[in-house]
């Protein structure tokens, strides 16, 4: 059978890209590649080949395998140093840039799991031309640029590159990097490794090292991206698959799993909302307390998908009730995009550098954003995520996959940090629980239970309109509840890509970004 093909990113640049590579008869890997370097390219604010990434490959009728893109810590850093400083890592500049980048490392391993050949040249050749003659900005980056002004304007690097006369970015001004354009073109010519071990590496590592990071170059040389498998757990919807440690995989499947066990409770649609948001809370628990690096785990995450767990977590759900909540959300600022082949397999796939801009720290002589992963890491030594040479921080990322119940399968994700897990949830239930269609599933208002970085509270938000019909009710339920503006990027950049038996292929991307879905023939 021949699958028709699709592509969803939050950027409509990058969902051309991926689709044209699918439309050569390129795999949903290749497509993913293309299109995440073009993305880097077009949303700095939110990724860059200076971050992580990780993937869910699912090949028709095989076990999805999943890829870790993720940076460790550098391995002589000196955890005393940071102490001394105070009790929170930096938030900008050299010192900031703890974390290896893992995201191309990944992208070679997934062109090693599926590929049909297609050259370096053909997928990153529109990224590299992108970089030379410039991007638009769009309104998110604006955002982006007014949020992280006072954090980052000081540096010479991130002025130079992403603000215009020492000011924030406009809608409509161009932004080029010529030197990530010459980054990318040295990829395509001496192949994505050269990353980690090739001129690319030595000339990051000395510029980082000259910024005042960790980073060396044995750090980028012992790198290397890890297949693996996911994590899974049955509904009654169907096998639902996310990514392990360190990414918070384990609680987007959780929060599901329980209300898979509730929604019949629900008669309406404050039910819903109230179900989703109690269940998020028992995952988020969890969450808060194991997931770190594989290596210093408890016992293995799979475990907390067990049966008994998710029981007793769903026993804690009172539908009269919210259970108070005074969390730290993590920010985070990720892309999502899903891609299907003819070939009928299916990626989901996510990149980021945690905060707007990252470290802020741009390399001069490759344009390379590097990461602000670092802040995941305590700097409590009791802490299960405390900073440690060699060890990977915990990441807000998660790419979702579903085999449905029905034969159908099903990509999708978000950007959005802590809200990923959530808005997850919200698209996958109301679209297979409540019927609505794939579009109204993503679009409608959402919520955001938990406090972002720079913000005083730990409520539950609503886009206005939700907030309108149901804050009230929600209240008296003993949620504390507040409300920002109607399609707000703080509830994330969501997309889905359907494919059902016959290999006809639905998606939709999501109006608070500045995406598109492209469907093949």
């Not at 799979?302 to 259970?323: G, P």
């Not at 208002?445 to 409520?459: A, I, M």
Request: glycine share 8%; net charge negative; with cysteine.
């Amino acid at each position: 059978m021949k699958y028709q093909t699709a592509f969803t990113a939050p950027h409509y640049k990058a969902a051309q890209v991926g689709q044209k590579i699918l439309d050569q008869g390129g795999t949903a890997s290749e497509a993913m590649v293309a299109a995440a370097a073009m993305i880097a390219v077009q949303y700095p604010h939110m990724n860059s080949i200076g971050g992580d990434s990780f993937w869910l490959i699912a090949k028709q009728g095989q076990t999805p395998v999943a890829i870790d893109g993720c940076g460790a810590a550098a391995m002589n850093v000196d955890v005393e140093h940071y102490r001394s400083q105070g009790a929170e890592l930096p938030e900008f500049g050299g010192q900031a840039a703890i974390t290896m980048a893992g995201t191309v490392s990944a992208w070679q391993k997934a062109l090693e799991l599926d590929s049909t050949n297609l050259s370096l040249h053909t997928l990153l050749d529109p990224a590299i031309i992108a970089a030379q003659q410039g991007v638009e900005v769009t309104q998110s980056l604006v955002n982006a640029s007014e949020k992280t002004f006072g954090r980052l304007a000081q540096l010479k690097s991130f002025a130079e590159n992403f603000l215009k006369d020492g000011k924030t970015l406009t809608v409509g001004d161009i932004v080029t990097n010529q030197a990530l354009a010459n980054t990318l073109k040295t990829l395509t010519e001496n192949g994505l490794d050269d990353f980690y071990r090739g001129e690319i590496a030595k000339s990051a590592a000395a510029e980082l090292a000259q910024a005042g990071s960790p980073i060396s170059l044995d750090d980028f040389e012992q790198h290397q991206a890890k297949v693996m498998a996911p994590l899974s757990v049955e509904t009654s919807k169907g096998k639902l698959y996310n990514f392990g440690a360190p990414t918070q995989g384990v609680a987007s499947l959780l929060i599901l799993a329980i209300y898979d066990r509730l929604a019949s409770q629900a008669q309406s649609e404050v039910d819903h909302i109230h179900l989703l948001v109690e269940a998020t809370k028992q995952a988020f628990i969890i969450r808060d307390k194991e997931v770190c690096d594989e290596e210093y785990l408890t016992q293995p995450l799979q475990e907390w998908l067990n049966d008994s767990v998710i029981e007793r977590c769903t026993a804690e759900v009172s539908m009269e009730q919210a259970l108070p909540w005074p969390h730290q959300a993590q920010p985070g600022d990720t892309i999502w995009m899903g891609a299907t082949d003819q070939y009928g397999t299916m990626v989901s796939f996510i990149q980021s550098i945690y905060w707007e801009f990252g470290t802020g720290v741009v390399l001069p002589s490759t344009g390379i954003l590097w990461n602000i992963r670092s802040k995941s890491f305590s700097l409590d030594a009791k802490h299960h995520n405390v900073l440690a040479g060699g060890k990977k921080p915990f990441h807000t990322l998660n790419p979702a996959y579903a085999e449905l119940a029905d034969d159908r399968r099903m990509v999708y994700g978000t950007m959005g940090g802590e809200g990923q897990p959530q808005t997850q949830a919200c698209l996958f239930s109301r679209y297979h629980y409540q019927g609505y269609a794939l579009d109204e599933a993503v679009a409608l208002p959402r919520w955001l239970l938990g406090r972002t970085w720079g913000d005083s509270t730990n409520n539950l938000r609503l886009e206005e309109s939700l907030y309108q019909q149901y804050g009230e009710q929600l209240k008296q339920r003993g949620h504390d509840v507040t409300y920002v503006a109607d399609n707000n990027e703080l509830m994330g950049h969501a997309g889905a890509i359907i494919i059902d038996t016959h290999g006809k292929a639905s998606a939709t991307s999501d109006p608070r970004s500045d995406g598109t879905y492209l469907l093949g023939e």
